[in-house]
C-alpha cells in the first residue's frame, strides 16, 4: 500500500552523496526537507537543498528527537553511511544513548537500527523506505559499461553471491571479496571499502567485489549503495569487478561512475 507523504519531510544524513541526491530530488518534487547530518563531509551540500541543516553526533538522540518534535517532523529517511566502527572510538553519548546500549542485546545493524525505528515511533516519527525519493538509482539488471565480464569472472560471481547472501542472513555484512573461487574478505564492522582495500591486498590483482541486499532486507536502512568512490578503492587495489543485485542496489553518480569504470577497465554488473 501506497504511503501518504507529508509535505515536510525529515532526512538524517550520513556521510556521501546519497543523501544530498534524496534531498536534491524531493526539492525538485516540491517537498520541504528539513535535515539532521551527522556528518561534515556533506554539510555545504545539503544546505543547497534543505530547508534547515541541523548538525548532531550520532550518539545524541535526546537532540535529534527534541529536533525532530519541533520541527514538527513525523516522516523521515535515514541515508548515507554512518559507520558502526565510531562505536569503538568511545565518543560522547547523551544519557538516552547510554541506556539505549544497555537495553542492546546485541550491536549488529539490524537489531540497533530496528530499536531505533521503534525509538522514534514512540515520538510519533515514521520512518520511510529509503529509496522513495531515489528510485531512479537503483541499478538494472545487466552489465553498466562497456567492459564484460569473462567466464572465470561470472563463476566467482556466482559463488561470491551464496557466500554473500549468507553473510547476510547472519547481519555480519553485504559484501565479498572473491578470486578464483577463494574468499579474500569478508565485510564486517569495518564497511565495503576497507573490506575491498583488504581483499585486494590479498588477492594481489583481478578481485571481484559482490555485494548483495541481506535476505529479507528492511527498507528503511542498510540499502546496499555504490559509486564512485566504490570504483577509486577497487582501483587502487587492482580489484576489476563488481556485482550487485539487481532492483536492490543503489548507484550514487551513475554516470560518472560508469564512465570511470569503462575508462579503467573495471565490470559493473548486477544479477
Same mark, same amino acid.
Given at each position: 500500500m501506497a504511503i501518504e507523504l507529508d509535505q515536510r519531510q525529515g532526512l538524517i544524513a550520513g556521510d556521501g552523496l546519497l543523501p544530498v541526491k534524496m534531498a536534491q530530488y524531493a526539492k525538485e518534487n516540491g517537498f520541504d526537507v528539513v535535515c539532521i547530518s551527522l556528518s561534515s563531509d556533506n554539510y555545504r551540500e545539503l544546505?543547497?537543498?534543505?530547508?534547515?541543516?541541523?548538525?548532531?553526533?550520532?550518539?545524541?538522540?535526546?537532540?535529534?528527537?527534541?529536533?525532530?518534535?519541533?520541527?514538527?517532523?513525523? #516522516?523521515?529517511?535515514?541515508?548515507?553511511?554512518?559507520?558502526?566502527?565510531?562505536?569503538?572510538?568511545?565518543?560522547?553519548?547523551?544519557?538516552?544513548?547510554?541506556?539505549?546500549?544497555k537495553r542492546a542485546v546485541r550491536l549488529n545493524d539490524d537489531k540497533v537500527m530496528l530499536m531505533i525505528i521503534e525509538e522514534l515511533e514512540a515520538i510519533g516519527v515514521t520512518v520511510l523506505d529509503q529509496t522513495i525519493f531515489i528510485?531512479?538509482?537503483?541499478?538494472?539488471?545487466?552489465?553498466?559499461?562497456?567492459?564484460?565480464?569473462?567466464?572465470? #569472472?561470472?563463476?566467482?560471481?556466482?559463488y561470491g553471491y551464496?557466500?554473500?547472501?549468507?553473510?547476510?542472513?547472519?547481519?555480519i555484512g553485504q559484501s565479498v571479496v572473491i578470486k578464483d573461487k577463494m574468499i579474500m574478505a569478508v565485510e564486517a564492522i569495518e564497511g565495503t571499502d576497507k573490506c575491498i582495500r583488504r581483499g585486494g591486498k590479498l588477492a594481489?590483482?583481478?578481485?571481484?567485489?559482490?555485494?548483495?541486499?541481506?535476505?529479507? #532486507?528492511?527498507?528503511?536502512?542498510?540499502?546496499?549503495?555504490?559509486?564512485?568512490?566504490?570504483?577509486?578503492?577497487?582501483?587502487?587495489?587492482?580489484?576489476?569487478?563488481?556485482?550487485?543485485?539487481?532492483?536492490?542496489?543503489?548507484?550514487?553518480? #551513475?554516470?560518472?561512475?560508469i564512465q570511470y569504470a569503462d575508462k579503467h577497465g573495471i565490470v559493473i554488473m548486477a544479477i
Open positions: 544546505k543547497k537543498y534543505c530547508s534547515k541543516v541541523y548538525s548532531c553526533a550520532p550518539g545524541e538522540p535526546l537532540k535529534i528527537e527534541k529536533i525532530l518534535q519541533e520541527e514538527n517532523i513525523k #516522516q523521515l529517511t535515514f541515508l548515507g553511511k554512518v559507520n558502526k566502527s565510531i562505536l569503538l572510538k568511545r565518543p560522547k553519548f547523551d544519557s538516552k544513548a547510554i541506556e539505549f546500549f528510485k531512479n538509482l537503483m541499478i538494472p539488471s545487466g552489465v553498466l559499461g562497456k567492459t564484460q565480464p569473462t567466464k572465470e #569472472q561470472i563463476e566467482d560471481v556466482n551464496e557466500i554473500a547472501k549468507e553473510v547476510g542472513k547472519l547481519d594481489k590483482k583481478g578481485g571481484c567485489i559482490v555485494k548483495v541486499a541481506k535476505p529479507h #532486507q528492511d527498507k528503511r536502512f542498510d540499502i546496499p549503495a555504490i559509486g564512485l568512490k566504490t570504483l577509486k578503492t577497487m582501483r587502487r587495489y587492482n580489484n576489476t569487478l563488481i556485482a550487485v543485485e539487481a532492483g536492490e542496489t543503489i548507484i550514487v553518480d #551513475q554516470e560518472k561512475t
